[in-house]
């Protein structure tokens, strides 16, 4: 099977191009075999190399507990719980915002880069800091072979992304998605926890999944927040990839969120990201 | 179809709280409360690096943490490192120093009684062959290449043969089979060479 739900006219359609997209957070990550004697003798080194452009270290600490849940009834795991730190760099604006991360967990290499409405970043700046850095880090940690790519983008729709579209403290929605809003039976609003989630598999060949979720953010409460997001996960074969198989995998990966995108948000929301 | 953040109903109520408020009368406590037990976390990491990572420290088990809720610090449990839980990105460095600290005192035979009984329940959780062997200095030694393809052989000044794995041997790739050569090798677990540095060329018997 290869790509499945598209609508074959939307894909005929020249490609947009969007001025001011609600994107919020693009994410692109790597995998690798690292053991830890290795990552951990290598580390400090590699620390030095990332700080010349990432000068911010900001470890992310989590105190983790595992519970899990058996006829409804939350249960302590028996695993113990673990501390875990994650290394992670950031490079911040004038103003302290932080613009670009860089995680760098034992068996992988992350890149987050953050967007706001003022700062117009693109997928092709991110692309450009995976290809600087991919091939430093395989070569540094001797990472043979990439496992797994994962590409990450988390749309966020609220009074500042989406202003002609809040009405009354409400946000239109039926105006922005075409997806995920019709719900059976009369209702006056959507209101939180709303939370959908969707994965379909895209290709078997590399094995593709892409990830869709339209969620409430529970974490804002002065405004109505609505996140979408869209993540493509794509496994190599068995042999793995080279640096530049995984970026090509990369731009696969965005050109598949870049379909999705055409067709979930609404003719009237792409008019008003691709506006000035 | 809206969707509205203003008038949604308040979805996180702590319950705790409304009751405490509700319930007015007093509450006597019939007996002492138990002791509410200090959580317990792992930090999964089997290495601590020590010199920026060119050496580590082996753990022979995974570090327990213990987490005290009142002053939310937690305590390495046996290593006697204490810090607060803000600052757990400092743990790996703070075993390190500890280690060091009381490896330097142990050495110079100035440990406490206290830190002498820490020492003991720190040797039980790391690896220490390995660490001395890990940051013994290379010795001089000297020998003779024996051959160099399609395995490479030497034999040392007391006669031991030995067989040399491809990185170390790369070192020895100016000489000929026959050379007398002298050289500062770091040795391994079971004397194994690891690596052959600052080399020199002897004359022949």
Known sequence: MNLVWMDAETLKQPRRHYIRPPIAERVATVWGNIDEEHFLTNFESWREQVQRAYPHYEPHKEWLIMVKERDGVPLYDTLQPELRITHRFARKSDDGRREFGMRCPQDSLAFHLFTRPDVRHGYATLFGEIQAWLPQWMRHFSVQQVTKVNLYYANLIDPETAKPFVDNGQLELQKVLRSFLALPGAHEALIPPYDCTATVLLSENPKSVLTFRIHGDTETRLQPTVRVDFGVEIFPEKAGLDADGALRLFDYAHERILERFELVFTEEAKQFFSSE | ?205
């Open chain 2, 1 to 205: 179809m809206t969707y509205s953040a203003a008038d949604r109903p308040d979805t996180q109520i702590d319950f705790r709280q409304e009751v405490a408020r509700g319930l007015r009368s007093q509450l006597v406590a019939r007996q002492e409360p138990a002791k509410v037990e200090r959580p317990r976390y792992m930090f999964r990491q089997r290495y601590v690096p020590i010199e920026g990572g060119r050496l580590l420290l082996r753990l022979t088990a995974f570090p327990q943490l213990e987490v005290d809720p009142a002053t939310m610090e937690f305590e390495a449990v046996n290593w006697g490192v204490r810090l607060p839980c803000s600052k757990a990105e400092e743990l790996p460095k703070m075993l390190a120093r500890r280690f060091l600290d009381l490896f330097s005192k142990a050495d110079a035979e100035m440990l406490s009684t206290e830190e002498e009984a820490c020492w003991l329940k720190v040797l039980d959780q790391v690896d220490f062959t390995a660490f001395c062997i890990d940051r013994a200095a290379p010795h001089y030694l000297e020998g003779t290449l024996l051959q160099l393809e399609p395995i490479c052989r030497v034999e040392w000044h007391d006669g031991v043969r030995q067989k040399l794995d491809g990185s170390v041997a790369c070192t020895l790739q100016s000489l000929y089979p026959g050379d007398r050569f002298g050289a500062y090798v770091k040795l391994g677990r079971d004397n194994v060479v690891r690596f052959i540095e600052r080399l020199v060329l002897l004359p022949s018997v």
